[in-house]
T-cell receptor, first 114, second 111 residues
């Protein structure tokens, strides 16, 4: 069981380019999330999805978009990358209504925008 | 905004108990206390959670004060591998989006 996988592991991107970060989970969790973590800081929620077909904005959604076409996949797209989007991006999933309500995190994608 | 306050950093000697405090004075009646940790740029890892009773699992113990305004995570015998940033979060379990990670406590376990 892989849990949550993210791709790519790291990426260097020129400003203005479009980029999609991929996230896949095999736990059949209904909820998925994208966070960013800037150096030395805590995680901040970008977007979330409580179930396939629905998405919502988190704390820092500007410049990002998401889609949730099915249960397993939750891609994050940067339409036109800017240097302030340099960060580590974590995808997570959870089972809303589950006994523990915990989130499971992927290994992260380290993105550098030049 | 994070609903919790934690010390920025703490040190603990290897083999000793690590006691990490968290204040959550505005916690509401249906919010649980969750603890996660993040080891060196990896994704955060769930440790334990509780509502009002003390909880224990294979990783740690969670002590919640009777008024629920603060809690302590206890790692009974800290090892070097427990060096990490520890996050205390309060939330209602059945809502998906309300995980708010503050800066956490950086625990350094020293040999």
């Amino acid at each position: 069981i892989a849990g949550i996988t993210q791709a790519p592991t790291s990426q260097i991107l020129a400003a203005g380019r479009r980029m999609t970060l991929r996230c896949t989970q095999d736990m059949r969790h209904n909820a998925m999330y994208w966070y960013r973590q800037d150096l030395g800081l805590g995680l901040r929620l970008i977007h979330y999805s409580n179930t396939a077909g629905t998405t919502g904005k988190g704390e820092v959604p500007d410049g990002y978009s998401v889609s949730r076409a099915n249960t397993d996949d939750f891609p994050l797209t940067l339409a036109s990358a800017v240097p302030s989007q340099t960060s580590v991006y974590f995808c997570a999933s959870s089972q809303i209504g589950g006994r523990r309500g915990e989130q499971f995190f992927g290994p992260g994608t380290r993105l550098t925008v030049l | 905004d994070a609903k919790t306050t934690q010390p920025t950093s703490m040190d603990c000697a290897e083999g000793r108990a690590a006691n990490l405090p968290c204040n959550h004075s505005t916690i509401s009646g249906n919010e649980y206390v969750y603890w996660y940790r993040q080891i060196h740029s990896q994704g955060p890892q769930y440790i334990i959670h509780g509502l009002k009773n003390n909880e224990t699992n294979e990783m740690a113990s969670l002590i919640i004060t009777e008024d629920r305004k603060s809690s302590t995570l206890i790692l009974p015998h800290a090892t070097l591998r427990d060096t990490a940033v520890y996050y205390c979060i309060v939330r209602v379990p059945n809502y998906g989006q309300n995980f708010v990670f503050g800066p956490g406590t950086r625990l350094s376990v020293l040999p």
